[in-house]
C-alpha cells in the first residue's frame, strides 16, 4: 500500500547506504528535491543510475554520496561540464568513484529489461564503438536464429528509484505528462519507488488512454513536492530555470565556493524551498 509521506520520511525509509538507486527524469521532471534531501540525510555508499546525469548527480558525487555511476553521457545541458563529477574521477575528491558509462540505447533498454524481469538487454548498438574496452559489463551475443552479432548489458534493476511527476490521486496513482523519459521503466524495475509530485488530487485515471499512469502498486511511498523538479522543468508548472544551469558551471568550478553554495541552499534549506524558487518562473499551464 502507497504511504503518503513527507519528504524526509520518503527518502529515510526507503534510501539506504550502500544502496542503487536511480533518480531519474529526462529533461524535465528531475527529482532535484529528491536527491536535495539525500544529501541532507547523509546517505552515502551509493551506486547512482541515471541517464544523462546532470547536475543534481555533481551535487551527489561533490558531497562524497556516491561510490559509482552508472551512466550514458555526463554533463551540464546546454552549458558543459559537470566540474564535480570530472574533480572526483581525476583527482578522486572527495572520494574515488567508479563510473560504468553506456550508450543511451543501452540505458534504455536495460531499463526495461529491468522492469521485464529479464537478467539482460539485448539489442543492435556499439558497433564501431569501444565502450566495450573499458566497460566490462557490454558483451556480444549470437542471435540463435539469424546468427547476427548483438549488444548485451545486464538489466537495471535498481534497489529504489526516484521520480518527479505532475500529480498522484489519494490512492497514490502516479501520472506523468510531457517528456516521459525512463521514469515508468525506472520505478517497474526497482524494488522500491519513491515519488515527489506537484500536488495531489482526487483522480488522475480519468485522462487520455495515452497518457503515463503508474497504478498505485508500483508506488511505495509520495511526497508532495511543489517546484521539486527545479531547475529543469514540470511541464504544465513551471519552465526550466535556465540561469540555475549556467550559475551551476561557476560554483562548481571551485571546490570551497561549491561547498558553501551547498551549505546554503541545500543542507540548511528546506523541502518547501523548492516552491518558492519557482515562483518566478513563467508557469506554462
Known sequence: MV??????????DNLHDGDSVAFEGFTHLIPHAAAHE???????????IRMTP??????????????????SYAGNPGVGLLRRLRDAVENQHPRAIEIEEHSHAAMANAYEAGASGLPCAIFRGYKGAE???????????TCPFTGEELAAVPAIRPDVSIIHAQKADRRGNVLVEGIVG???EAVLAAKRAVVTVEEIVEDVTKVHPNACVLPHWTITAIAEVKGGAHPSYAHGYYDRDNAAYLEWDKISAERDLFESWMKANVIDALPGDFAARVADLEVNK
Open 38 to 48: 539525500a544529501i541532507r540525510q547523509g546517505i552515502k555508499d551509493l551506486t547512482l
Open 54 to 71: 546532470d547536475i543534481i548527480y555533481d551535487q551527489m558525487i561533490g558531497m562524497g554520496l556516491a561510490k559509482k555511476v552508472v551512466f
Open 182 to 184: 525512463v521514469q515508468k
Open 3 to 12: 504511504k503518503f509521506v513527507s519528504l524526509a520520511e520518503a527518502i529515510a
Open 131 to 141: 565502450l566495450a574496452k573499458v566497460n566490462p559489463n557490454i558483451k556480444s551475443v
